[in-house]
């Protein structure tokens, strides 16, 4: 493993899971990263997105936005996309299971990747994939979690014990302590 994989937090091996369902690939190294805008796959896991991507859409009013280089991959609709609502639907969620440590006692945790975590709405109103290829940008075989694909999640990163934890949560709401709100 290379120093680099070490400089980032990561819940370790991964397996991609396409609307509820096991892929078979699997043992990919995905770290987080905040500091990132865009989730990043390898090129293996990249393709194997996109592939899904377009056979999902195939048969759909939707085509490749080729005009549009908002992203390196939009898709335009009958008509243009006012908002995430609209796209979403179109879309499937997308998830990365972890074993456990052992593999054997522990259930594995699933970090689930809904479609307003990797879509984006362009100026000229088309979807535009906010997962990318990380090959293209030097990232080789490392699968990297953007700030994208972290929306509506508290992600705690726990230094001592060298691990990362995430829970779901709509962080349009303020949270509550338990004295009452929050003050600013």
């Known amino acids: 493993m290379s120093s ?6 990561s819940p370790g091996l991964a397996e991609i899971v396409l ?11 995905v770290v987080f990263d905040s500091g990132s805008s865009y989730t990043y796959l390898s090129s293996q896991a990249y393709q194997f997105f996109l592939d899904s991507v377009m056979k999902e859409l195939s048969g ?18 009958e008509k243009p996309f006012k908002n995430m609502r609209e796209v979403a639907k179109l879309f499937k969620p997308i998830a990365l299971s972890f074993a456990s440590d052992s593999g054997k006692t522990k259930a594995a945790a699933q970090f689930d990747i809904s479609p307003e975590a990797y879509l984006v ?3 000229k ?28 999640k508290i992600v705690i990163y726990d230094n001592e014990k060298q691990a990362i934890g995430w829970l779901s949560t ?15």
Do not use: H
């Not at 759909?60 to 609709?77: H, I, N, S, Y």
């Open 170 to 184: 709509d962080c349009d709401r303020i949270p509550k302590s338990r004295s009452g709100a929050l003050s600013f």
């Open 4 to 9: 680099d994989y070490l400089k980032y937090y």
């Open 125 to 152: 109103g088309n979807a535009c994939l906010g997962i990318l290829n990380g090959t293209q940008i030097g990232l080789q075989n490392l699968n990297l979690i953007g700030d994208i694909s972290m929306q509506d």
């Open 60 to 77: 759909r009013q939707m085509r490749e936005a080729l005009d549009d280089w908002t992203l390196p991959v939009c898709f335009k609709g």
């Open 121 to 123: 709405i362009s100026s």
């Open 19 to 29: 609307s509820g369902k096991a892929t078979g690939l699997r043992n990919l190294r």
